[in-house]
Nanobody
Framework: QVQLVESGGGLVQPGGSLRLSCVAS????????MVWVRQAPGKGLEWVSS???????AYADSVKGRFTISRDAAKNTLYLQMNSLKPEDTAVYYC??????????WGQGTQVTVSS
């Protein structure tokens, strides 16, 4: 069965960095479109970044230039490198597998808190 397990969240000061990881299993990871979605306290879900099977990436304007999505097919792992973090980046971050425009499998989420 499909499993997505995130890690790497935590508490970081403004301007700091974190790298989120998502270990995937149960499907062909290397050719799948993968997405990072976040949910800030009291707010709705926000698309953050995505990468398709060809390695093409996309970013929300709010994180462009600060976050980098990548994948290691040999390790079945998706990453989100987050630099220059701001308090407004505080959220639960979810790793999501996307198929034909549908977000069909979600990880359990990892909490990122940016605060001094």
């Amino acid at each position: 069965q499909v499993q997505l397990v995130e890690s790497g969240g935590g508490l970081v000061q403004p301007g700091g960095s974190l790298r989120l990881s998502c270990v995937a299993s149960g499907f062909t990871f290397s050719s799948s479109r993968m997405v990072w979605v976040r949910q800030a306290p009291g707010k709705g879900l926000e698309w953050v970044s995505s990468i398709n099977g060809g390695g093409n990436t996309a970013y929300a304007d709010s994180v462009k230039g600060r976050f980098t999505i990548s994948r290691d097919a040999a390790k079945n792992t998706l990453y989100l490198q987050m630099n220059s973090l701001k308090p407004e980046d505080t959220a639960v971050y979810y790793c999501v597998k996307a198929t034909a425009g549908c977000y069909d499998y979600w990880g359990q989420g990892t909490q990122v808190t940016v605060s001094s």
